[in-house]
Structures are given as C-alpha cells and as structure tokens.
C-alpha cells in the first residue's frame, strides 16, 4: 500500500460520505521551469526523491486536466496520480542511480530504467486524465 498524505485520507473519507464526489489527488514532483534547473546541484540530495521533478506549465496542465476528466465517467471516487517528467532529474544513467542508492529494492517486473528514465509510472495519469510529461518547447 503506497503511503497516504493526511489531504488524501481525508479525500478518502470524504468520499465514503458521498460516494458521487470525485477527488483527484496529484502527486507533483520537483516543480522547474527546465529538467536543466533539475539538473543543478547535488543529485545525491535528491536520492529520496528518486530524482523526480516536472516542468512548471506541465504540472500546471494536470490540473486542469483532471477537473473535466473527473466528469469524463473514466473514473469515480478518489483517484492518486503520480504527476512526474518521464526523465531523471540527474545526468547520472538510472541503472546506475539504482545500484549506487536502491540495490535492495526490487524492481517491478517490466520497468525498463535504460538511459535516463525515471523511477515513477505515470500511466494512470495518462490513461485517465490524458496527461503526458512536456517540456517546453514541445
């Protein structure tokens, strides 16, 4: 069971009171302007947060994605959504961020970290809100 902010319990128990509400809780990273603004600094600091961010106008997009998409039908209740660049915000490749920091835990079956991809699976997000990672200029 992945862990629960106290905004997201209360989204849960509000919910159960009326069950015809929709919540939406997005789960932001790191929010930049760049992944080059994510890139600065010490990358060791941010090995708790698997290195995620997202560009500013993206993050800023899922939410006004996930207003209509509650109304959409494609889901009801209260829905968490992992609002995240696809990408490391370290220049480091990824298997090696894992090995250095992570090695002990396991890997979900089917999750390719080749390159620089990232440690989150936003696909809930896209299959539910049509939400995609775009960086400017895209």
């Known amino acids: 069971m992945a862990a629960n902010s106290i905004c997201e319990l209360q989204a849960d128990a509000i919910v159960r009171r009326h069950p015809s509400m929709r919540v939406a ?65 370290s220049d480091v490749p990824t298997m090696e961020l894992y090995e250095r920091y992570w090695k002990d835990v396991p890997i979900k079956e089917g999750k390719d970290l080749s390159g620089h991809k990232g440690f989150f699976d936003c696909s809930k997000a896209e299959r539910l809100l049509g939400w995609v990672h775009r960086n400017p200029g895209e």
């Open 25 to 89: 809780s997005l789960r932001l990273s790191w929010s930049v302007p760049s992944r080059e603004a994510a890139t600065r600094g010490d990358s060791e600091r941010r090995k708790n947060d698997l290195w995620g961010y997202v560009q500013h106008e993206s993050g800023a997009e899922a939410f006004l994605l996930a207003v209509p998409a509650g109304e959409s039908g494609k889901w009801s209740g209260h829905e968490r959504f992992f609002i995240t660049a696809p990408d490391t915000a």
